[in-house]
């Protein structure tokens, strides 16, 4: 047993009634209606994925194959900015747009409704959903690059305290992406106080993970002073060998802030290659206004120039062509793109790296998913092992076959959890397997306030994991990134297996999580 305290492992029986444990100890002599023997396996709680994308993929496949193969039994989505709900005034085309990559129909407006259609088709992992600031600010102001005046901020406050009351566990920004990036502080600070008000977390995709990332980092925290609200600092990194080594910066000043009573903590994907859109390589004044106005920016000659020069620039002290692999398009005459690096796409086209990335956008319609091999293996292994900082997927739950096997995207979609055992549990001992499996359980749980889950103990639900600890490895890869991980014997959701001597069950155990019901 691991219980997800952080405690060393023991050995011991578990026994689970009407899905809750029951009792832990030496039950050798008690009677049950069915009986498991796991000698020899690890059990720990069910792994919480407290930064997931699968709020529409989880409608596509309610198994969230990719997912369960890696042990996770709660995801929580909406983050980055980008949660599906609330669907207010000009959100509705791109809510729609969104759905209809997954052949899904919009059938909600509010939180309370979007977890609706989630309860109603059923999943196998719990759900709980924070709010997108982006959603918010869009629905209000549009792509306008301008302070919100004060009745659409009280608007957009009012819209929050809403979906959080509906159940949503806080709100999430992208500040990297418009239009979350054309918020300022003291527009997040409002934001914020609502989410503190109601006893929710604040997530935030930094508004710059590299050159700026201190100041960033600072943001954030100026956030958690005005506010009192706690913050999770989304998949923490610094980006660009020009920027290596600039973590143990910002860790100091978090943990600095947490001495002065703050509450903050980061999440970590355990990748040297982040993945986002190819449009993130643009500087920030080419991405303001919306998506018309970019595309139109990329048209003209004297831009695609001033492009060119940047990205010379930035290339000295950023990943080469050769580290930005394409991993998704969208148009069929372009898919034979996918998994080809910009450099080798220049040389196959002859054409010059920058004017490749130009035309893609275009003809894309700047939808256009990239993987960037830009992280730091030694500032990986020291967000990693920080004591405030959990794991996370930062993917949408994907599947081998269907709508969820299209593309190459990052292989952290299918390894991420499995991989910080086999990885650097087991092979590099960057962390001790109790202290990574409450990264993974009881953090997490502690971080959102799911006070009945995230532990082995007796009373709490049982979302349990047991696994292998000599096969419990990743295999998924950046080439090949459509395979499961192996290792898990028996996953329970709810008390229900959804995992059973190794195969998928077809069972949908998995219960909406909402911030109401627990406070």
Not at 235 to 241: C, E, I, L, R, V
Not at 368 to 381: G, N, Q, W, Y
Request: proline letters at 3%; charged letters at 25%; a negative charge.
């Amino acid at each position: 047993m691991i219980d997800g305290s952080g405690q060393e492992v023991f050995v011991a029986d578990i026994g689970i009634k009407q899905g809750v444990i029951a009792e832990v100890g030496d039950l050798q002599k008690r009677e049950a209606l069915a009986e498991y023997n796991i000698a020899g396996l690890v059990v720990a709680p069910g792994f919480i994925d407290i930064h997931s994308h699968s709020e529409l993929s989880i409608l596509a496949n309610p198994h969230v194959t990719s997912k369960l193969y890696q042990g996770v039994t709660t995801e929580v989505v909406g983050n980055c900015g980008s949660s599906v709900a609330p669907v207010l005034e000009q959100t509705t085309e791109s809510i729609s747009k969104k759905l209809a990559k997954y052949n899904l129909e919009l059938q909600w407006e509010g939180v309370a409704e979007y977890l609706a259609t989630v309860k109603e088709q059923g999943s196998s992992v719990n759900l709980a959903t924070l709010v997108g600031h982006s959603l918010l600010r869009q629905a209000v102001l549009g792509d306008q690059v301008r302070e919100p005046r004060a009745e659409e901020l009280a608007t957009m406050k009012k819209h929050l305290l809403v979906a959080m009351q509906e159940g949503a566990w806080g709100l999430s920004t992208g500040l990297i992406y418009p239009p979350s990036a054309n918020a300022n502080t003291a527009e997040l600070i409002e934001l914020a106080k609502v989410v503190a008000e109601q006893g929710g977390i604040y997530a935030t995709h930094l508004r710059d993970e590299g050159d700026q990332l201190i100041s960033a980092v600072k943001e954030a925290i100026e956030i958690a002073e005005q506010t009192g609200v706690s913050v999770q600092i989304s998949h923490h990194k610094a980006n660009g060998k020009g920027n290596w080594g600039k973590v143990e910066q910002t860790l100091e000043l978090i943990e600095k802030a947490n001495q002065r009573g703050l509450n903050i903590n980061c999440d970590v994907y355990p990748y040297l290659a982040t993945s986002t859109g190819l449009a993130a390589l643009l500087p920030r004044e080419f991405k303001q206004g919306g998506k018309e106005k970019v595309l139109a920016r990329l048209r003209q000659k004297k831009n695609k120039q001033q492009l060119r020069t940047y990205w010379q620039q930035q290339r000295a002290n950023q990943e080469s062509w050769e580290q930005i692999i394409i991993a998704e398009v969208n148009q069929s005459q372009n898919k034979y793109l996918e998994g080809k690096s910009i450099a080798q796409i220049a040389a196959e086209k002859g054409e010059e790296a920058a004017e490749v990335v130009i035309e893609l956008l275009l003809a894309e319609r700047l939808a256009v998913s990239m993987v960037k091999f830009s992280i730091c293996a030694r500032d990986l292994e020291r967000v990693m092992s920080y004591d405030g900082t959990m794991i996370a997927s930062d993917a949408a739950a994907r599947a081998k076959d269907g709508l969820l096997d299209r593309s190459i995207p990052h292989p952290r979609a299918y390894g991420s959890f499995p991989r910080v055992i086999n990885s650097y549990v087991k092979e590099k001992e960057v962390l001790g397997l109790e202290e990574a499996v409450k990264k993974m359980s009881y953090l997490p749980a502690e971080k959102l306030g799911l006070v009945d889950r995230g532990r082995i103990k007796e009373g709490l639900v049982a979302d349990l994991v047991v696994f292998d600890l000599d096969k419990f490895k990743d295999l998924a890869t950046y080439e090949e990134p459509h395979q499961y991980a192996q290792g898990i014997k028996h996953l329970l959701v709810n008390g229900q297996f959804v995992i059973k001597d190794s195969t998928l069950e077809k069972r949908l155990p998995g219960q909406i999580l909402t911030k109401k019901s627990y406070f």
